[in-house]
């Protein structure tokens, strides 16, 4: 049972405009959201992170959206870099006594073209 | 400040073979994680150490996998007997808090 979901592997964008990369998730139990950036041969990267009392977050060109009712969180990035293409995933932490295991989703691929 | 850091970074190994992969969180970090990444997915939960103990291992393969904290800093995962399913990337991350920091990861192969 995938708990995390990310249903785009792949997204391709020019640089300069903006990237949404979209998560879903079916556990209610989850409460704060994070994303990471992972390139090729190095471990994955945190990037931002949102917990359920807040419905955004923004940090520079990256801000994280979260809409409780439809389990459902983006990540955009404003504009997007050629720098930015990477893998990016989704993670959720049920907190409580799961504090900190994190349940990641299978990933997007992005391609910020020049 | 220095990162997780991992040894080997890649292994090749015959099934049926043993292998041992090793982790030096940061400096500090109290939680310790290990965690399987294999190709196509996202990484999936292991093991996780508070200090020296363990706080959650209920997705560790206990009949071939192990994995111990000495003193509550270096951790080691440990394959015995390895499958031809346990290719994959082992990531070990640790955390001060919720936000996990990554090493780069062993790349393990068996053939």
């Known amino acids: 049972d995938q708990q995390v979901k990310q249903n785009s592997p792949s997204l391709s964008v020019q640089e300069g405009r903006i990237s949404i990369l979209n998560c879903d998730y079916t556990n209610s139990m989850f409460d704060y959201f994070l994303w990471y950036k992972k390139y090729p041969a190095e471990g994955p990267t945190f990037l931002i992170s949102i917990s359920s009392i807040k419905d955004k977050n923004e940090d520079g060109r990256f801000t994280v959206f979260l809409n409780k009712s439809a389990k459902h969180l983006s990540l955009h990035i404003v504009p997007s870099q050629p720098g930015d293409s990477a893998v990016y995933f989704c993670?959720?932490?049920?907190?409580?006594?799961?504090?900190?295991?994190?349940?990641f989703g299978q990933g997007t691929i992005l391609t910020v073209h020049p | 400040e220095a990162g997780v850091a991992q040894s080997p970074r890649y292994k090749i190994i015959e099934k049926r073979q043993s292998v041992a992969f090793w982790c030096n969180p940061i400096s500090g970090h109290a939680t310790l994680y290990w965690y399987q990444q294999i190709l196509g997915q996202g990484p999936k939960l292991l093991i996780q150490?508070?200090?020296?103990?363990?706080?959650?291992d209920s997705q560790l393969p206990k009949d071939r996998f192990s994995a111990e904290r000495l003193k509550g800093v270096d951790s080691t995962l440990k394959i015995q007997p390895a499958k031809l399913e346990d290719s994959a990337v082992y990531l070990c991350?640790?955390?001060?808090?919720?936000?996990?920091?990554f090493g780069q990861g062993t790349r393990l192969t068996v053939v």
């Open positions: 993670a959720a932490d049920a907190g409580g006594t799961s504090y900190g295991r994190l349940t």
């Open positions: 150490f508070q200090n020296n103990g363990v706080v959650d």
């Open positions: 991350a640790s955390s001060p808090l919720i936000e996990a920091f």
